[in-house]
C-alpha cells in the first residue's frame, strides 16, 4: 500500500521536475539564466509570510477551479465553462457584498452562496441542454462563457445597474461592505480554508456518498446507469451544476477575500488552469490543492521572477504544458529517467465522453 | 448514443444536392432553411438600406473564413479518429510564427508557408501522442493550447509590422450588388476558405484517401485487416489538417495585420462548435460558420451604428446565444465518427 502511495507521487513530481527543467532550457535559449530566475519565483512564491499569503491567494480560484473540472470529470462531463462561472460568481457575491449591510457571519457565507448558486444555474443549464437536447457541453459552456463576460460587463458598466457611482469611466461595482470581506489572518487568506474544506466535501460526496456512486457510474457508462435505474438526465444536471457552483464559488471567495469589488476581465484563463490542475491531480479532489498550489506559486512567483531577470511571467504557461505533457504522457517520463515500467500509472481517458450525445 | 436524422435521400434537383458535381452532399434542412431565412431577409433590407447590407454581408463572409478553415481542421481530425481540441493553439501558433516569418523575411507566401507548417507540426505532435502515446486527446489537445498561448505570449515583442494581406477583388464579378461583395472581393485566405470547403468535401467522400480515412475513424480495426495503414493515416491526416488550422491562423492575420497575444479569442473553440454544428461534413461546416458568422458581423454593425438603444454587450451576447438556441430548439444531435478518441491497438 504505502509502496503504491508513493509511486503514485513519484509520476507526478517527476513531471513537475520535467516541466520545470523544460521552461529553463527555454529561459537559457532565450538568453537568461534559468537558475536566478527560478530563484526569483521560488523567493517570490515562498520567501516570507507575505509571499506564502500571495500564493495561497493565488492558489484559491485555482483550488476552485480545478475541483470544478475534476468533479465534471467523474461524471464523463467536460467543463470548460469554468470562466463564465467564475465572473458570475463573482459579480453575484460582489452585488450581496455591497448592496446589503448584515453582519459579517451572516454576510459572509450568504454572499458565498449566492455567488456559487448563481453560476451553478449557468451549469446546470449546460447539464440540461446536454442531457435534453443533446447539445454537446463543450460548445455550450464556451458560449455561456463569452455570455457571462457580456453579461456581467454590462451589469456594471456606466450604464448598468451595479455601477460604482464613484468610479467616474470605470467599469466596476462599488466596494463590498466591510462586513462581507473575507478576513486574513496572520497573513494568511481565509479564502483558502474554504477552497480546502470544499475539496474535503468533494472528495467525500465522490468516494463516499451515493450521489457520488451515482456520477461515477454515469460517467463510466451512461446505459448501464440508466439500466441500474439512475437517471443520467438528473445526475448530468446535478453534476454540472456542483461543478459550476464550485467555480462559481471561487469568484465569490477572490472578490470577498481578494478584490473586494467586481472588475470586469479578471482572472481570465482560469478555464486552462481549471483543466491543467485537474489533470495534474489525476481528477482526486484532495490531490487538486497540491497541484493548485503549485500553479498558484508560479503565478505568485513570476513577478519577482521578472523583476529579477526579465523572463515574462507567460513562461509559466509554458511551464505548465510541459507538466501536463509528463503527467500525461508516463512512458516518456520512464523513458527520460530510466524507471522501471510500473502497472500503476493508469492512462486517463476523457475523450470517452465526447461522442456521447 | 442517437443517430444521425433519417438522411434526407434528396432528389438531384433540391436545393444544396450537386449530385453530378459533388456526389452526395447530404444537407441538414433546418441549417438551410436557418440560410435562406436570412438570404431572404439580407435581400429586403437590401432595398431598404443597401450599403449596411452590404457591409453585413461582406463580413459574414470575413468572420466565416477562419471558422472554416478550423473547422475543417477539426473536421478531418476527428473523421480519422482524433479529436482535437487543440485548434485553438494551433491557431495561434500559426499566427504567431506567421507573423514573425512575414514580419523578417517582407514576404506573405513565406509567413503562410511558415504558419502551417508551425500548426502541422502542432498536428503531428497530436497525432504522436495519441498514436505512440496512446495519451488521453482531450489532454494532448489542451496541452497545444495552454502551450499555444504560452509560448506565443512569452516570444511576443512589440513593435513589429508586416506587410499588409491585400484584397483581391475578381473583376467583373465584384461590381454585382450585394453578392459582388459579399462573395468576391475578399483577401486571399477568404477565398481558400470556400474552396477549402469544396476541396475536403471531394476528398472526404469521393477518393481512395477520404475513403480510407472515414474507415479508420469508424472501424480502425477493419481498416486494418483490409490493409490500411491506421497509424500512418492518422499522423498524415493530422498534418495535413494542421496546415488548414495554419491557414485560419494566418486569416486572423489577414484583418488584423498584427500579432497579438491570444488573438485568436476562443475562435478555435467556436470552430468545435461549428464543426459538430455542422455534423461533420464540409458543407455543413460552410452553413455552420455563416450563420454564425452573419450573426457576428449584424452584431457588430449593429453596435457601430447604435441602431437601438442597447447596451453594447447584450449585441456581444447574439452569436453565442444564438449559436446555444440554435442547438437545442433543433436539437441536433450529431453522431461523431465512432473509433473517436480511442487509441487503436494492433492486433
Known sequence: MER??????????????????????????????????????????????????????????????????????????????GQGQLLLGASFSAWVGFRFGLPA???????LLVGGIVASGLGALAGLLKATRGTHE??????????????????????????????????????????????????????????????????????RS??????????????????????????????????????????????????????????TGLGFDGITIALLA???????????????????????????????????????????????????????????????????????????? | MTTTSPAPTSPASA????????????????ILAGLAVIAVAMIIAYQWDSQQTTAVAART???????ILAALCGLIGERSGIINIGIEGQMLLAAFVGFMVASSSGNLILGVMGGMAAASVAGLFLAWTAVALKMDQIIAGTIINIFGLGVTSFLYVQGRTMPSVPNWPIPGLDELPLIGSMLFSHGPLTYAALVAVVVV??????????????????????????????????????????????????????????????MTNGKGFIALAVMIFGRYRPFGVLSAAVLFGFFNALQAQLQFRQAFDIPPQFFGMIPFVFTIAVLAIAGLRTRPPAAIGQPYEKE
Request: without cysteine.
Open chain 1, 4 to 81: 503504491l502511495a508513493w509511486r503514485q507521487v513519484l509520476l507526478p513530481v517527476l513531471a513537475v521536475v520535467l516541466g520545470l527543467v523544460s521552461g529553463g532550457l527555454l529561459i537559457f535559449v532565450s538568453g537568461d539564466n534559468p537558475l536566478t530566475a527560478y530563484g526569483g519565483m521560488l523567493e517570490g512564491a515562498f520567501g516570507d509570510t507575505d509571499a506564502v499569503g500571495r500564493t495561497l491567494e493565488k492558489a484559491t480560484p485555482l483550488v476552485m477551479g480545478g475541483l470544478a473540472v475534476a468533479f465534471a470529470f467523474k461524471a464523463g462531463l467536460f467543463n470548460i465553462g
Open chain 1, 105 to 111: 457571519p451572516i454576510h459572509i457565507p450568504l454572499a
Open chain 1, 138 to 207: 463543450v460548445i455550450s459552456t464556451i458560449m455561456l462563457n463569452f455570455v457571462a463576460a457580456n453579461l456581467t460587463d454590462w451589469l456594471v458598466s456606466r450604464d448598468g445597474p451595479w455601477n460604482d457611482p464613484d468610479g467616474g469611466a470605470l467599469a466596476r461595482s462599488p466596494l463590498i461592505q466591510d462586513s462581507a470581506v473575507l478576513p486574513k489572518v496572520g497573513g494568511l487568506p481565509t479564502g483558502f480554508l474554504v477552497a480546502v474544506a470544499a475539496a474535503v466535501v468533494i472528495w467525500w460526496l465522490v468516494s
Open chain 1, 210 to 267: 451515493t450521489l457520488g456512486f451515482e456520477v461515477l457510474t454515469v460517467g463510466a457508462n451512461p446505459k448501464a446507469a440508466t439500466y441500474a435505474g439512475i437517471s443520467v438526465t438528473r445526475i448530468t444536471v446535478l453534476a454540472m451544476g456542483i461543478s459550476a457552483f464550485l467555480a462559481g464559488l471561487g469568484g465569490a471567495i477572490q472578490t470577498l477575500g481578494v478584490n473586494e469589488r467586481f472588475e470586469p476581465g479578471f482572472n
Open chain 1, 282 to 357: 489525476r481528477t482526486n479532489a484532495l490531490a487538486v490543492i497540491p497541484a493548485a498550489v503549485l500553479i498558484g506559486a508560479m503565478d505568485a512567483g513570476s513577478t519577482l521572477m521578472q523583476a529579477r531577470t526579465d523572463v515574462a511571467p507567460e513562461i509559466i504557461s509554458v511551464i505548465q504544458a510541459f507538466v501536463l505533457f509528463f503527467v500525461a504522457a508516463p512512458s516518456v517520463v520512464r523513458w527520460i529517467v530510466r524507471l522501471r515500467t510500473g502497472d500503476d500509472d493508469r492512462a486517463i481517458d476523457l475523450g470517452a465522453g465526447w461522442g456521447a450525445a
Open chain 2, 15 to 30: 436545393p444544396g444536392s450537386a449530385r453530378s458535381l459533388l456526389g452526395r452532399v447530404r444537407v441538414d434542412y433546418r
Open chain 2, 61 to 67: 463572409i470575413r468572420e466565416a473564413a477562419p471558422l
Open chain 2, 201 to 262: 468535401h471531394v476528398a472526404l467522400f469521393q477518393t481512395r484517401w477520404g475513403l480510407r480515412t472515414r474507415a479508420v475513424g469508424e472501424h480502425p480495426s477493419a481498416a486494418d485487416t483490409v490493409g490500411v495503414r491506421v497509424y500512418f493515416v492518422r499522423y498524415r491526416n493530422l498534418a495535413i489538417a494542421g496546415m488548414l488550422a495554419g491557414l485560419a491562423g494566418f486569416a486572423l492575420l489577414q484583418s488584423a495585420s498584427v500579432f497579438n497575444r491570444g
